[in-house]
């Protein structure tokens, strides 16, 4: 019994699936946080669609696929919060037309050229089949991203809670925005491969939805979704070798299972909470 | 809120005793002829100019819509004048911030009330201008924040996560940072919004002791009734500046008729509908739906009411 518990770590490509993807899963929590306290959910799975037709064209130039899908993000980015600044429309119409033409010229430039990437790994992840140059990628920008993220949290967590007060200590929120959009299309490109395209969302969104339930104080609430990122990443990539499953699918029914979890018994903000809440309130009135 | 007396007046600054090696500034706001435009390229304010200098609180007073968030916009350096200047403490607003020399205090409906920091946590946002990049508070950062909390008298309430307070003690924890910034410059957005009676008069009393320090403040304001109470400068705006000065020659009638058209409530009494004589004092009440502002005398010279506040609220 220990030994078959055990056996995934007996084969190299299980335990590097298991590290990579706890890794990529803690760098996207961290992000998460700020992305769910702006309405921004959306922006995530925005970039990581966009950054298709960056990596397709990546592998048509023989380039580090990383390199075009950072590329892709990046316009992707920059066009939404430009149309969004110049055109009367609303946030969401303006991030489902950018995402969707970017995730639609991907495709094409896929299908034209069938042997140059596999489709169904960019959109379904393939963490198993890693290969180490791609490793070494996915540690690069998640090592990078965590080292910026250490340093400026505080300043980004400013940023986000009030823009004006921001520019009043000397920081500028526009300049701020852009880094943490660089830093999001850079990690959306690391989920791509554990995950995939479809599922990253899950990835930015749901660890930060589950911390917010369990803390009112943004520190503990980093901590507390890459604690959920990481654990959950692991464990779904240690399970699929049982359950022979995909990868990304477990993780992502991992963190929702966590998020429940979270939102029935949460200390404070859970459902079990609220009622007894509302049951001494209603003592209290006779 | 409970029965405590709010005394916000009363200790020193905390920013500034916390912070003693700082060269004070002399704070003024400098606005030249700037005209700027919304992002579809139509003008919200025109060529509007104002000087304010140090211990001053101005009142900015016009209808919605007439461009009071432009400006303000435009002072924090979100906007840019597609023509003229703006100069804070002799300094391009970029510059002028950079040094700190701003604070703000939001509305309400700007702030997130769901983020997830306690009442310390905002409130040490304020000091982080004053600390090295990491943000990483020192003792002098604590104090500061002790000394703003106990001010505005918010200390028990420092671990409470900000959406937990009442709408009076929201406004003072975002008035404790703009304290523990210790800014020469306060810029405030509606602080009598959505605030009790008793709070009210605190904020004005702060305010005031602000003032007597050297500071300049200015505040956007619906609550007409309240500004003779505590400001010392008038600037009246609809796309332009149609009057500004000191509260006693700016704030008449005829410049509030000229600044709200139509969309106050203008009550007169008195005169001849009310009696017989020939006594020609009537009372005009002009209100913007929050406490009114009381005119009294002969058309034309009416003077200000300025009520007991302890009965009439």
Redesign the interface.
Known sequence: MIDLLFEPFGYNYMTKAIWVSALVGAVCAFLSCYLI?KGWALMGDALAHSVVPGVALAYMLALPYAIGAFAAGFVAALGITGLR??T?LREDAVIGLVFTTLFAVGLLIVSINPTSVNVQSIILGNILAISDEDVTQVVIIAAASLAILG?RW??L??TF?????A????LDPWRMYIMFFVLLSACAVAALQTVGAVLVVAMVVTPGATA?LL????G??IWLAMTIGAVTSALGAYVSYFLDGATGGLIVVFQTLVFLAAFVFAPKHGRLAARRAGRKTAEATP | MTGQVLDLASTVSPGRAAAPAQQRVSPSINVDRITVSY??GVPAIRDVSFTLGASTICALVGVNGSGKSTLFKTL???LTPLMGEVRIAGRPVDKA????L???V?QSE???WN????VG?VVM??R??HMN???IPGKADRMAVDAALERVGMSEFRKS?IGELSGGQKKRVFLA?ALA?G?EIILLDEPFTGVDVKTESAIMDLLRSLRDDGRLMLVSTHNLGSIPDFCDQVVIINKTVLAYGPTETTFTEANLAEAFGGVLRHVHLGGAELHADADRRRVTVLTDDERPLVLYGERDHEKLVKPDRGETD
Not at chain 1, 167 to 170: A, E, L, Y
Not at chain 2, 115 to 118: A, I
């Open positions: 306290l600044r110049i009367r340093f505080k300043d967590m400013l809670f009030d823009e004006s007060h520019r009043t200590v000397g917010y803390t009112d104080r943004f503990v609430m | 992002a579809n924090m350096g979100f911030l950079k040094r700190g701003v604070a703000y939001p700007e702030v997130d983020f997830p920091v306690l946590d946002m304020g982080y201008g990049f990491l943000r996560q940072r910034q800014s």
